[in-house]
């Protein structure tokens, strides 16, 4: 077996064995991100120097006899949503071209403090707004497992980059299902903290109410491990949160999970979900209850208003937050003459902006504007309130909810860039969580049409603990773990 | 529900900075009016008594030491401006006369 083929705690406890060195777990990541890298098209940037100087450290700090944290020289990929300290950060943006961050994002700087190779930026949708990375104002990522189809989204390129081998772990950002369904579509395991876990300094901003940013791995135990380093509180984002410490994630991972009682979302397991979805997710389902879980149906009735609030909620503080991007101070400026100040914002926005971020910002506008502020925006808080309070209930009853991650496989790219609706429907299973701010873990269960389908689990807030208990139990017991894309080793 | 005109997409992508076409105010207009369809479900659930939630984690007043810290070196942030003049951002000129 590679290296690079290897998940991160494997290679990690390679590591501490020093049966290799963190310089060549690194080389033989680099190598196969030369090799696949042509067909999949996951990064935006490659930082190679980088990362082998940090390995190179890691190494030394090794055979000082340093003590190291279990992810220690194990590579990794961060979507171009962060900023990486004098690496290129363009969050999938022409308006953001050139900008050269001169600071970390908290989540980059943990993994840093935890001595994580950075291999490069992966792709995105355009500041994070899409569900198939095709947004992206500068190419378009191929789903390893059919270079055909779309690696989901916004996070395409780091759930792409895992299920291609071509990175270990990497970093993604969840607004509306942007960690969790891409890594449904490409096999991967992906997981949206609680509102409030994972610090969002420098994380370029999109819907603030709901941004979070997880992890994207090839297992569970290693999700557990990566979601350790980023669950730190941070005085930098008043909305980290200090009133719950994180615990050893890892040590949850027992495989016992007799007596949790889940209840399976009746609303998220029909119309609109394919049949070969709802197939494999059943089929979870009844592992989960020979596993000892008890499983009963739920309804969450507001569930079928998800998208329409999250369509006015998001396009309304994504408009207030690229304000900011204006040709002053960073990024884009046109070069086009201008009468004054106000013109040259326009005339740069406008050239700066894709389609799709020019249409969320009109829509956010118009929405927060006044005479319909109370008819869209404040409507949509009421009942973002009453999807809330639907999950509490379910709470009360049950430790954890089951659903489909995305109603379908892998779509086809260019098949729904004509098709708005059907566009966002990919992510109506996703969205009711970031409205309720509650955490969810999407685990690879099986496969249709050849292609990889995700079953999520829904926990309580700040329960991450409880939902990769249970990822992992599935996990082992499923057995869907370790299977490689082969349209990738087809020559 | 009420439609949007040409005319409240050319108000709003004023308010919104955008310099657009008529081209474009048009793809604008009919993805609006899409959208706005799609909101129409929402008039017809009843919310009289339903707290607005704007955030999902209840927090109020996040305070912290008013403590001096070290700030950024000025040419790192000067440095990622499209024009900058020494240590100052260069723009149109703002104020006539």
């Given at each position: 077996m590679e290296a690079y083929e290897l998940t991160a705690h494997g290679l990690a406890e390679a590591l501490r064995r020093k049966e290799l060195s963190a310089v060549e777990a690194a080389e033989s990541q680099l190598a196969r991100i030369e090799a696949v890298e042509g067909k999949v098209q996951a990064y935006l940037r490659l930082t190679p120097e980088l990362a082998l100087e940090q390995a190179r450290a890691v190494d030394e700090a090794r055979a000082r006899g340093e003590a190291l944290g279990p992810l220690a020289g194990v590579p990794y990929a961060a979507k171009d949503v962060l900023c990486t300290e004098d690496v290129t950060t363009t969050c999938g943006s022409r308006i953001l071209q050139n900008f050269v961050p001169p600071y970390d994002a908290t989540a980059v700087a943990n993994c840093r403090a935890a001595r994580m190779p950075l291999l490069g930026k992966t792709n995105m949708d355009e500041f994070a707004m899409g569900s198939s990375t095709e947004n992206s104002a500068f190419k378009i990522t191929r789903n390893p497992w059919d270079l055909e189809r779309i690696p989901g989204g916004s996070s395409g390129g780091s759930a792409a980059a895992v299920a291609a081998d071509a990175a270990c772990l990497a970093l993604g950002s969840d607004t509306g299902g942007s960690i969790r369904q891409p890594a449904s579509v490409c096999g991967c395991v992906g997981l949206k903290p609680t509102y409030g876990r994972v610090s969002r300094y420098g994380l370029i901003a999109y819907a603030s109410s709901l941004d979070q940013i997880g992890p994207l791995t090839k297992d569970v135990r290693d999700c557990a491990l990566l979601q350790q380093v980023l669950s730190v509180h941070d005085p930098l984002d008043s909305t980290s949160s200090s009133d719950h410490p994180a615990p050893d994630y890892a040590g949850q991972l027992t495989g016992d999970v007799r007596g949790l009682k889940a209840g399976v979302v009746r609303e998220l397991m029909g119309e609109g979900i394919e049949p070969g979805v709802q197939e494999c997710v059943r089929k979870a389902v009844e592992t989960l209850e020979a596993l000892g879980v008890a499983c009963e149906e739920v309804e969450l009735p507001h569930c079928e208003y998800a998208l329409p609030v999250y369509y006015i909620i998001a396009p309304a503080e994504c408009s207030s937050n690229l304000?900011?991007?204006?040709?002053?101070?960073y990024g884009h400026r046109t070069q086009e003459p201008v009468t004054d100040f106000e013109d040259m914002f326009a005339k740069t926005r406008a050239e700066g902006f894709g389609p799709e971020v020019r249409l969320r910002i009109i829509k956010g506008t118009y929405v927060l504007s006044k005479g319909y502020y109370d008819a869209y925006y404040l409507k949509a808080l009421k009942v973002r309130n009453l999807i809330r309070q639907d999950f509490d209930r379910a709470f009360e009853r049950f430790d954890i909810l089951l659903s489909p991650t995305s109603p379908t496989v892998a779509f086809r790219i260019g098949e729904r860039v004509d098709d708005p609706l059907a566009m966002k429907l990919a992510d109506i299973c996703t969205i009711p969580v970031n409205l309720a701010g509650i955490p969810a873990l999407n685990v690879p269960c099986g496969f249709s049409e050849g292609l990889p389908v995700g079953l999520q689990l829904m926990g309580r807030p700040f329960d991450e603990a409880t939902l990769l208990r249970v990822g992992y139990a599935y996990e082992q017991q499923a057995g869907w773990v370790g299977r490689k894309c082969e349209a990738l080793s087809a020559k | 529900m009420e439609q949007a005109t040409r005319d409240d997409v050319a108000h709003v992508a004023e308010l919104a900075h955008l310099a657009l076409s008529e081209e474009e105010i048009a793809r604008l207009q009919r993805e609006l009016n899409r959208i706005l369809e799609h909101f129409a479900e929402l008039q017809q659930l009843r919310t009289d008594g339903v707290e607005p939630m704007s955030h999902a984690v209840p927090m109020v007043n996040v305070l912290r030491v008013d403590e001096a810290r070290p700030s950024l070196p000025i040419d790192a942030i000067v440095g990622n401006a499209p024009d900058r003049a020494e240590e100052f951002f260069r723009v149109p000129r703002i104020v006539e006369g």
């Open positions: 304000a900011r991007f204006d040709g002053v101070r | -």
